[in-house]
């Protein structure tokens, strides 16, 4: 490959979705050897532009030109035959289909069948030192190993270009790493890597040319040199505050105690595994770990959403699991879940409508019966502007806001009650780096009130940020309460299942002292 | 502690994800089985009747005639009860102590069950066994085929309610087609050439315009039961002519017909029948062993995955529909060319729904759909025999019998059972 001729250009691409326009005019030129970072802010439109590249959606202008010749992908069939991999964000594998299945799928005739196809999870793994059972079920592996199936099934296909789109944000630090060290290898192999995040750590460690998109449009290159906050001010067009800011704790007595809490699912694993942590009014117990790890079971256990877990729950004496949903919102539990889509707000219905959705049985909102639609629309309209929320109006439908301005609608109807716990899971997910400053904001302005804050975060830079303690769990079980400034190192080890030699932990009083 | 448990669990090792177990007992198998217990101690003992039921095991050209077994129906009565007693007792022992006993309790307490009930049911009088078997062959071939329609279409991911109308459909196509060519081969290949055509339109509608496909389904079955019935009074009540297709011959196999007890039940039947026992397997080696099936189990699991490593989703579901809609339709060619030999009104009376039963039951596996089927066509062929001997239950109950074992029998299974991921889900591309 010449430098004169890139392995892989796109040249003024342009997609656009309705009104919207996800990709304007970008250009991108990847050569071989090279790893090239694609940066941006979710919603800058980095998976739209390779879902173009990838057959899966059509460019309305611009071309794709591959060693020279332009390309034209009807479907990713044509773009995987001119040579292009990816390593999906969602990982594209058959759940019920074992590993060789899923390399076989599409490429029967090629692969010679079942036992080529076994063959060749065998020859790719030992070229990078995985240890992958062609045999094994997919649904029966950890996400780390689901990704490497994900890899050796583009690389099956011989890819001269593999795009990996947020290949890290399912894996420990540790597994990050590793993930790295199989692409550096795979670039000194000669192949042409597009690696697609937000994440500036990573970015810095690994790119060798990075391209960073806002809105749609490429506003330029940056140098791998370049510092964390020049790379964050280039994402999002204006100065970036990365750390965020708060005062030491000061710890209050209303408190909430969790013991031996188990949580089995349908088939009777224990997915919450005799958890007991304290949390005192005023500091923030961050729950870090991979997901999938009980964190969604264990804050749903303490909004009363698990009817298989026993143990305690024990808020200011008043013992909350058994407890209905209902009464544990009436004991003032704050709870911003998960999937704001699909468990946190009603998409169809208005910001006003969203804002008093838990509080549709008497005061304020209801009087005999009725809404209050005066009162409502107050409450709505103070909190509109108390929370930035950018909308037209309050009768405006939640489902059409930004995912940082639906945020701002749980979060204002979240906080807008008086609370004795605050509950947040996952609580910038898909955000924006403006919404993420919100949303940290007002998560310490609730701890600095007095109330316990138990935030859920797999974003390991959140965790750090925002806890007092950190509490790691792994398959169920918590490995470990440290304190906040515990390295990362370490953390990852942990969030791995492991105790690392001469671990500092934090009880309840002493780390939220210190 | 989980922590102390794993040393080195992340790095390169290969490690199923495993969390810890509780004990989780499910008492809800020897409820049931204690309940059936006391319902066959009422029966049979309580309200025991005297008098021997003569099990007739033998029929004429068999290699050695069975001699008829004549059971005293007091006596197997009680001994059958205490059988089952000690099975419930086993059940609950196995339960207790978590320990697995596999599938051999239920089909053992059924049989033990099916024959206490019949001895009783039988009591002075003679029950024809290896009619009986013959029977249960006959009523269950079009449910399999069913069955089978509905195991392609909904692992390639298109629920099909349809599979009523797709044996109406054929049924009377084939029977109209064969009176008119005077061919039944004809008549067969235009039944499954019908039922293509309802699932067609099932497909186009389900993937094409994205409706909700159970909608779509019963739509049709409502859509052929009216046209059918249409036809017939318009059409075939005047013209008996188009109406009386020769029957498919029987084809006996030399040697294999003469086997005791199973050879008449399963190798003295039409080509449509053996046809069966070659599509059964083919199918299941075709969906586990082939390309065709690989792909046709993704796209019913997962179809972005599928698309994106280049299988035209849609296209493929659509044909694989219309492959099933075939399959189905040899089960309606059964109706009129074989077993009945003319077309009646709505003539497959629900067994449609009862085939997709059997879908569920058989956890959208070919041979486990057709062990499925076989049951449900025993529950008729009991109904149908005991109603011949005379029973002492009223006919009308008996009637229910099937239905009520396919409820019980999806009822108690259900959880277990794992519908294809995307089935029911349309494919929208952007």
Not at chain 1, 115 to 127: C, D, L, Y
Not at chain 1, 151 to 178: C, G, M, N, R, Y
Request: proline share 4%.
């Amino acid at each position: 490959m010449t430098l004169e001729h890139p392995t892989l250009a796109l040249r003024g691409i342009t997609k656009r979705f309705g009104a919207l326009t996800a990709n304007d005019h970008i250009d991108l030129e990847v050569r071989a050897g090279e790893i090239h970072c694609l940066l941006g802010e979710n919603g800058a439109g980095k998976s739209t532009l390779m879902n173009v590249l990838y057959g899966l959606y059509q460019a309305d202008e611009g071309e794709i030109v591959l060693d020279g010749e332009v390309q034209r992908f009807a479907g990713p069939g044509d773009a995987m035959r001119a040579g292009i991999g990816m390593v999906h964000q969602h990982f594209m594998l058959i759940p019920v289909f074992t590993v060789a299945e899923n390399v076989l799928l599409g490429h029967e005739r090629a692969l010679g069948g079942l036992g080529g196809a076994r063959e060749k999870v065998r020859e790719i793994s030992q070229r990078f030192g995985f240890h992958i059972d062609p045999d094994a079920r997919i649904e029966d592996l950890p996400v780390g190993v689901q990704q490497r199936v994900e890899i050796i099934k583009a690389l099956s296909q011989d890819a001269k270009v593999l795009v990996f789109d947020e290949p890290t944000a399912v894996l420990t630090p540790q597994e990050t790493d590793e993930l790295m060290a199989i692409m550096q290898q795979l670039r000194d192999e000669g192949t042409a890597i597009v690696f697609i995040t937000h994440k500036l750590r990573e970015v810095r460690a690994i790119a060798d040319r990075i391209t960073v998109i806002r809105l749609g449009k490429v506003v330029g290159e940056a140098s791998p040199d370049s510092s964390s906050t020049e790379l964050a001010s280039m994402m999002v067009g204006r100065p970036v505050e990365l750390t965020v800011q708060k005062q030491p704790p000061v710890l209050t007595d209303n408190r909430l105690q969790v013991s031996n809490l188990t949580v089995l699912d349908a088939i009777g694993q224990k997915v919450v595994n005799d958890v007991s942590f304290t949390v005192q009014g005023g500091e923030v117990l961050c729950i870090a770990g991979v997901q999938g790890n009980g964190q969604t079971e264990l804050t749903e256990a303490i909004l009363g959403l698990q009817h298989r877990a026993t143990g305690s729950i024990d808020l200011n004496g008043n013992e909350l699991l058994g407890d209905s949903v209902r009464e544990v919102l009436d004991a003032g539990v704050g709870f911003v879940p998960e999937d704001r889509k699909v468990d946190g707000l009603v998409g169809e219905y208005s910001i006003a409508e969203n804002l008093m959705l838990d509080r549709y049985r008497g005061e304020p909102f209801v009087r005999g019966g009725t809404i209050d639609r005066a009162a409502r629309d107050d409450f709505a309209r103070e909190k509109l502007s108390a929370f930035d929320i950018r909308a037209q109006s309050i009768e405006t439908p939640v489902g059409t806001l930004s995912g940082g301005n639906q945020q701002k609608v749980v979060l204002a109807r979240e906080l807008g009650r008086p609370l004795a716990l605050f509950v947040a899971s996952q609580p910038t997910r898909g955000l924006d780096v403006g919404s993420i400053e919100f949303v940290h904001s007002q998560i310490i302005a609730t701890r600095d009130a007095g109330i316990p804050v138990i935030v859920v975060s797999t974003e390991l830079d959140e965790v750090v940020g925002l806890a007092d303690r950190i509490a790691v769990m792994y398959r169920g079980g918590i490995v470990g309460i440290v304190p906040a400034d515990t390295s990362r190192d370490t953390l990852g080890l942990m969030m791995a299942g492991e105790r690392p030699a001469g671990l500092r932990t934090a009880d309840p009083v002493k780390g939220a002292a210190a | 502690m989980t922590a102390q448990q794993t040393t080195s669990a992340h790095g390169t090792t290969v490690e199923t994800v495993e969390l810890e177990r509780a004990v989780v007992k499910h008492w809800k198998a020897p409820i049931s089985y204690a309940v059936l217990t006391l319902v066959a101690l009422v029966l049979l003992v309580v309200l025991g009747r005297d008098g021997s039921a003569t099990l007739r095991l033998a029929s004429g050209g068999d290699f050695f005639a069975i001699p008829d077994a004549v059971l005293p129906a007091r006596a197997t009565g009680v001994v059958v009860v205490v059988l089952l007693a000690a099975l419930t007792a086993l059940s609950f022992w196995a339960v207790a102590t978590v320990r697995r006993l596999g599938a051999w309790l239920p089909i053992v307490f059924g049989v033990l069950f099916v024959v206490g009930f019949l001895t009783w049911a039988g009591a002075g009088s003679m029950i024809p066994i290896a009619g009986l078997l013959f029977a249960t062959v006959g009523l269950s071939v079009p449910l399999i085929f069913g069955a089978m329609g509905g195991v392609l279409s909904e692992r390639a991911g298109v629920v099909n309610i349809a599979i009523e109308a797709q044996l109406l459909g054929g049924a009377f196509t084939g029977a109209v087609v064969a009176s008119a060519t005077g061919s039944t081969i004809v008549g067969v290949v235009a039944a499954m050439l019908a039922s293509v055509l309802v699932s067609m339109v099932l497909a186009v509608f389900a993937i094409r315009y994205f409706v909700e496909q159970v909608i779509v389904g019963v739509v049709l079955n409502v859509l052929v039961a009216g046209l059918t019935n249409f036809l017939y009074s318009s059409l075939l009540t005047d013209n008996p002519a188009l109406n009386s297709p020769a029957r498919l011959p029987k084809l006996p196999i030399p040697v294999l017909e003469s086997i005791p007890l199973l050879g008449p039940a399963l190798f003295k039947q039409s080509i449509i029948v053996y046809a069966m026992y070659i599509i059964v397997p083919l199918i299941a080696w075709g969906l586990f062993k082939t390309t065709w099936g690989l792909r046709l189990r993704a796209i019913g699991e997962h179809p972005l995955a599928a698309d994106t490593v280049g299988i035209k989703v849609n296209r493929l579901r659509f044909w694989n529909v219309a492959l099933a809609g075939a399959v189905a339709g040899l089960g309606g060619a059964y109706f009129t060319l074989d077993s009945n030999g003319s077309f009646t009104r709505e003539m497959t009376a629900g067994l449609g729904y009862i085939a997709l039963a059997a879908v569920i039951f058989g956890q959208w596996h070919p041979v486990k759909a057709t062990a499925a089927a076989l049951l449900f066509g025993f529950a008729s062929a009991l109904q149908q025999t005991l109603g011949a001997i005379g029973s002492p239950v009223p006919s009308e109950f008996m009637l229910m019998l099937p239905y009520v074992i396919t409820l019980l029998a999806v009822a108690g299974f259900i959880g277990q059972s794992r519908a294809p991921a995307a089935s029911g889900k349309p494919y929208v591309k952007q």
